[in-house]
Structure formats: structure tokens, C-alpha cells
DNA sequence: ACTCTACCGGAGGCGCACCTCCGCTTCAAC
DNA sequence: GTTGAAGCGGAGGTGCGCCTCCGGTAGAGT
């Protein structure tokens, strides 16, 4: 198993109590709140959370003082996961393992953000969050542009947003939102023809 | 001025109140719900609209029973302002008078995306929104496709889907959000290379 | 000017979510 | 097995948004 460490990588250990229940609740709770926020979004209730969990109120709290430590927390637990999969991807051929990491991305972004905009973007793991996404993400994309298989006049944050805004969206099905992501990441690609 | 009829159009203007100061009074809550849901999203409270609009919570209830028919009026206003738009610019050159209307389509899209993500999508007026949508800027988009500038593999719904998705993302600055859109509307412009 | 009716506003009851606090429980070190 | 510290849970206070209801007000018809 490849294991590589990034910005987030110990900020998403480091909360994680060392008593053996503790431990199990500290699980639970971010398991819960997980579905919870993809079922409800940002304004899911604590209290439900604690419910699904099957723990009392009181634990959320002492784990979890605010609310905004909990998005962090969920948050930059699914960015680890993220960067230790571009690190996989690594040695495929550069449009696909971009593609393929984009993939999971773009997956990820559904449930997430809800949780991403109640982040403030300045907040100390939210950093963390975004230089770990560029130090995993970014040689793919850097890899993609010399190979000559993406425009030169487009940054990694532009295609992150991108996927990301496509993927937020509602469509009528799995088929429609593929045919506009395919789209749009034509425009993405390099195109053969010199000109206008 | 143009003014044409479309699905939307009556039902904007049916519930408006006849008397005076009662319509006066509708009118400041459309503009004060406009803003709240723009701020806030779809969460604005309900009372913080009546305090804008300088109306009493009891005066919101009476024009607007529930939240859903507050969603509703005000999505309806700017899906008929957005056709009125699409007739305008009918007659300049396709492609333009296309991205002329999607600039403005993006636009609306930023506030109001989340008032759409509260709508049933199969409520009367939804149906009638977007009835009302395709007929004003399907057209512009047929015309592009048939003028050969716009990719043949592509249905109206979804470029609408496309761009409301690219808009509704948060972006460093305003450049950024437009460089994306670009690249994005190069995926959907026609190619002038014949193969892959 | 008068009337009568439609409309106004906001006080207040209700319910839900947030968060604190503390007596009880469980772990783990010895 | 004992013990003390770390952890547990949920009762309950607080605040806020939803919605109803009704005494007062202001427009429209005569």
C-alpha cells in the first residue's frame, strides 16, 4: 500500500483520542456526520449526528467543539484520501490518470460541498486542505500539459472549479451529467487545429 | 418595448394584489425576498424578508402562505425577465446572441440557485419555468447549431445545466469564473478540426 | 364625507436546535 | 482488585424562526 504524507495528513490524526471507547465514538461520530451532511447538507443537526452516531450530545461536543471543527475534520479526512489516490494514479498515461483521479474528484464533490462552502477559506486546515489537493492533484495536471494533451492557457484551481460547479449541479441523469462534463472537458483538452 | 408572452408570464402577474397599498406592499416583499435568498440562500428567515421590505411577518403570510409560493413568485419574475431578454437579441449574429443571453442567464443563476434547488421540480410553476425557458432561449441555441457554430452532439438543457453549475461555484475573482466559462464554451463550440 | 371591507402589523405560542453542566460509568495503570 | 482520571450521556436553559390570530387602520365605492 502507498502511503505518502501531505499538509492534511496529520492534522485529520492528531484530534483522534487515544482511550480505547473514546477511540470508537471519535469514529462514529465522523461517520455519522458524514451521511448526515450528505443527506442534508451543511445544516445538518448536531443532534441527529449524535443520534446516528449512538452517542449522547455531550460526546459531539467534547470532540467537536463547534460546529466548524466537525466540517474540518469530515472535510479533510476525504482530501487524504484524495491525495493518497493521485499518488496511485501516478503512472498511467497522463490524460487518463487526470482523468481518473477527476473521477473521484468530481464524486467526492457531490456530498462535500455543502460542507466546503461553510468552510471559511482562510481557516488553518482549509489551507491544509487546499495545498494537499495541489501537491496531489497538481503533477497530473502539470504531467497532462507537457505532454501537450491540455491547453496552456488554464491553472489546476480553474479545473478543480470546474468539475467541481458541473458536479454540484442537479441533472435529469447519470448519462446527461457525463455528456457535459465530456464536454466541457473538451474544452479542456488541447485542441489539434492551429487556429481561430 | 418587446413584450411577449410566455407560461410564466401570467402566472407572475396573477396573484398581485389589486388595492393600493397592498400592492405596494407585494411588491417590497418580491424585492425583500430577492435579496434575503441572494444573501442567505434558501434558509433567509422568513421574518428578516417582512422587517427588509418594512411589512409586518403577518403581511408576508397573507400575500405568500408558504415559503414554497415566496420561492415560487420570485424564481418566476427572473425566468420571465430572462425570456423578455431572449426575444431582444434575437436578431444578432448566432453565436453572439447565444452567449449574450447565457451571460445574462449566468448572472441570475449566482442568487438564485439556491431558490431553484428548493423547488420541487415537478410543481406547476416549475414545469412552467421551464417551459418558459426553452421556448425563450431554445430557439437562440437551434439557430447557433444550425449555423454550424455550435457542436451537433448537444441538447439546450444541457448547456443550461452546464453553465448554471460553472456559475454557481465560488471562484478566486471574476476572471477566473470567466476563463472557466470559456473553456467550458470551447468544449461546445463547433470544432474546425475534422478528426480526433 | 361616510361606510364597510379588505388589509395591516406584531404579540405570543410552539417547536426545534444549540450548547452547558454534572452525576455516573468505564478504562487502564499499578 | 483497586483507584483515580478520562470519558459518557442527556436533562434542561436559551434563543430563534415559524405561524396564527385579532384589534386597529386605511383604501375604494357611493
Known sequence: MTTQSFPVTELVAARRPTRKDAARNYDALLAAAREAFAEHGAEASL?????????????????FPTRRQLFETVYADEVNALCQLAVEVA????????????????????????????????????????????????????????????RGDMEFGDLLRMVAGIMATAFEDEAQRDRVLGIALDGVRMRKDPGA
Open 47 to 63: 443532534e441527529d449526528i449524535a443520534r446516528r452516531a449512538g452517542v449522547g450530545i455531550g460526546t459531539l461536543y467534547r470532540n
Open 91 to 150: 503512472e498511467r498515461e497522463p490524460w487518463e490518470a487526470l482523468t481518473v483521479w477527476l473521477d473521484r474528484f468530481a464524486g467526492y464533490m457531490v456530498t462535500k460541498r455543502a460542507v466546503r462552502e461553510a468552510l471559511d477559506g482562510e481557516s488553518e486546515v482549509f489551507v491544509a486542505c487546499r495545498e494537499s489537493m495541489y501537491a496531489g492533484g497538481g503533477p497530473l495536471f502539470a504531467r497532462a500539459q507537457e505532454a501537450g494533451v491540455v
